[in-house]
């Protein structure tokens, strides 16, 4: 009984390491993050073309500066409140193993 108890655990264990995993705050921070540093490094340096077409304003910079604030939110989000693996049903929690109620 102990042994199907620690498989149990081990079980719920492994799945709450896959929902924080491919908890989809982590993606989409992630990607925010990475563009926003690639916009941002656009934005330092504009030329004269790209800053008369968008009347004198640094476009680049301060998208990719939201981006990364955008970014960063959502990985400091993921951070505070971690993905919890789903409960089970109740009455699957209830039943005892091995009652023949398979």
Same mark, same amino acid.
């Given at each position: 009984?102990?042994?199907l108890r620690k498989e149990v655990s081990e079980?719920?264990?492994t799945s709450a390491t896959a929902a924080r995993l491919f908890d989809i705050r982590r993606i989409i921070g992630g990607l925010f993050v990475?563009?926003?540093?690639? %916009?941002t490094i656009a934005g330092l340096d504009p030329s004269d073309a790209d800053?008369?077409?968008?009347?004198g304003v640094h476009?680049?910079?301060?998208?990719?500066?939201?981006?990364?604030?955008?970014?960063?939110?959502?990985? %400091?989000?993921?951070?505070l409140r971690p993905a919890e693996a789903p409960a089970a049903p109740e009455a699957e929690q209830e039943r005892e193993p091995g009652s023949g109620a398979d």
């Open positions: 009984m102990s042994d079980l719920e264990r990475v563009y926003g540093v690639i %916009v800053l008369e077409k968008a009347e476009v680049n910079l301060w998208t990719g500066l939201a981006m990364l604030a955008l970014g960063l939110f959502f990985l %400091v989000w993921m951070k």
